[in-house]
């Protein structure tokens, strides 16, 4: 389901939107930070000398109103490159139509992007059965274009506690008319294991963070799913813009949001200590490839395949 991204006319509704997750996933992440840049601009009232700093300010401050999301990140570098391309063409001089057009830029980008990650999904060949942590609306139209390949194909997915992002995977899955089952959280792994029920051809989970060796962090739960499925023998991929890549971090200093403990037990007991991380590591010994913009790319091989493709991300 695409956001209705007019109906955002305050930053800091957005920036609260953000961190309650409210809006959901990378990319629309990304996106909500575009939209802010843009409200920003829409409103302002100062000196056009003053623009291009103020409106970069902005971005970062909504790309970082929560952790583990390059790709938002990237596209306050993506306006950042630019403007600077300008300044070297107009003496420093950029209004606020220049700036909307650089944005726009972007968001054609990010469709450009979607449409890659497709088409290189076509890579796995024919599969019957896939299983899924959480939502990625790439994710999901991944599946959706693989059910209509494929004979009979059946789609599992976990329900992704405490926020239940799965049952949006399942439920729009369903609506579009693939043969779903939910599966609950504690089940998963050896569910993933265990081929005699629903014997998965391949695991496909998205990405909030790439780090540059190769891991992924994606939402809690996808380790022990990953495991499992790699120990019996199914492929395990990631679905995910180069844009997620973070070329700051690796496999050994990994930041993961951690999560109100109100989001779990709403009205625990006072006593007891919640541990609610957003994310994990899922490391790269179990992941067989990225299926990417650029084709599948092994986890290795991840950042320099981000500077080949886009070369002005940060």
């Known amino acids: 389901m695409k956001i209705n991204w007019s109906k ?32 920003f601009i829409e409103s302002f009232k100062g000196e056009s000398s003053q623009l291009a700093g103020e409106v970069v300010k902005v971005g970062k401050m909504l790309a970082n109103a929560r952790h583990n999301e390059p790709m ?50 076509e890579g796995l060949g024919p599969v019957k059965y896939a299983f899924t942590h959480c939502h990625s609306s790439t994710v999901e139209r991944i599946l959706k274009n693989l059910s209509e390949k494929n004979t009979g194909f059946k789609v599992a ?21 693939v043969d779903t089952t939910l599966v609950v959280d504690s089940g998963a792994p050896n569910f ?26 994606n939402k809690i739960g996808s380790y022990g799913i990953a495991v499992a499925a790699k120990s019996s023998g199914t492929p395990v991929y990631v679905v995910a813009s180069l ?28 006593d007891i200590k919640i541990y609610n991380p957003a994310f994990e590591l899922v490391n790269k010994e179990l992941i067989t490839g990225y299926i990417t913009e650029s084709g599948i790319v092994k986890p290795e091989d991840v950042l320099s395949k981000l500077h080949e493709t886009y070369p002005w991300a940060y």
């Open 157 to 177: 997915c976990s329900e992704t506690r405490p926020l239940f992002q799965g049952r949006i995977t399942a439920a729009n899955l369903s609506n579009q008319g």
């Open 192 to 217: 993933a294991a265990d081929r005699s029920f629903f014997p998965i051809d391949v695991l496909l989970i998205g990405a909030d963070e790439i780090t540059a060796d190769g891991g992924v962090i």
């Open 243 to 270: 844009l997620k890549v973070n070329p700051e971090m690796t496999s050994n200093n990994v930041q993961i949001e951690m999560r109100e403990p109100s989001e779990v037990w709403e009205d625990a007991p006072k």
């Open 8 to 39: 955002y006319t305050s930053i800091e509704q957005l920036r609260d939107n953000i961190k309650s997750v409210k809006i959901q996933g990378a990319t629309n992440v990304a996106l909500a930070v575009v939209r802010g840049m843009e409200v």
């Open 72 to 121: 938002a990140r990237n596209a306050v570098r993506f306006l950042e490159k630019k403007l600077e391309e300008k300044f070297s063409s107009t003496g420093g001089r950029v209004d606020a139509i220049a700036v909307s057009q650089i944005n726009s830029e972007y968001l054609n980008l990010v469709e450009r992007m979607k449409d890659g990650v497709l088409k290189s999904s």
